[in-house]
């Protein structure tokens, strides 16, 4: 599936991927930069909005991605959502083979866990979930709902894979909003975009930048 594309200027292939890398680099550089009270105050302000989106969107089965690199850490709130019904179920993505869609592996508070080859933890076990909604770290965000990743393209490609595709909600500081990701025909936008400031649903302007805490 190809969206439509913002093209405010034209660039060559090359040209875009450079400046795609400098924005990427640039916005994960000054969220790991963030003070530590600074970002309990954002992350706690991007919890509330959470929890009305997701009261709204009531899924059974939700997955979200372990913290990395100063990523807003959902782990605390993953385990209050979990204890809110036993019928809910998480899970975390998992790269089992490079180059291919991610698998999701159920995961539980206090459960086990091991690490794939970037460190990053991952559910121990081997039970397979299949989740309603997923919850997407941004590097960088614009207007249109487009998302820059880490590059590999994980997230893409297993949206394009899974159907029906889960609804996807963006989870990010306000620091990562850009005016353009400069987005690629393969690129799929978010569903939701949740940051500090509050919720924004594709199609939807999104909602003036918030000062700083």
């Known amino acids: 599936m ?14 875009t991927a450079a400046r795609r890398k400098h924005l990427r680099s640039a916005r994960i550089a000054a ?8 970002r309990q ?7 509330t909005h959470l929890d009305s989106l997701i009261a709204r969107l009531a899924p059974t089965r939700l997955a979200f991605c372990w913290p990395w ?10 385990g209050r959502w979990l204890a809110g019904d036993p019928a809910r179920q998480a899970a975390l993505p998992v790269v089992l083979t490079p180059a291919r869609p991610m698998s999701f592996l159920r995961w539980r ?22 989740p ?26 297993t ?5 029906p595709a889960p609804l996807t909600v963006g989870i990010a500081f306000e620091l990562a909003r850009a005016d353009t990701t400069w987005p690629q025909p393969h690129d799929h936008p978010m569903d939701w975009i ?17 000062p700083p805490p």
């Open 132 to 157: 309603e909604v997923l919850l997407v770290p941004l590097n960088v965000f614009d207007a249109a709902g487009f998302r820059l990743g880490y590059g590999g393209g994980y997230f893409d490609r």
């Open 2 to 15: 190809t969206h439509a594309l913002p093209a405010p200027e034209a660039h060559s292939d090359a040209e």
């Open 194 to 210: 949740v940051t500090e400031t509050g919720v924004w649903r594709k199609q939807e302007p999104l909602p003036p930048c918030s």
């Open 109 to 130: 508070p206090g459960a086990p866990m091991a690490k794939d080859h970037h460190g990053i933890p991952i559910p121990g076990g081997d039970e397979h979930l299949e």
């Open 31 to 38: 969220r790991e930069a963030l003070p530590s009270a600074d």
């Open 41 to 47: 105050t954002l992350s706690a302000r991007i919890e």
């Open 69 to 78: 690199r100063g990523e807003v850490d959902l782990v605390p709130w993953a």
């Open 159 to 163: 949206l394009a894979a899974l159907d």
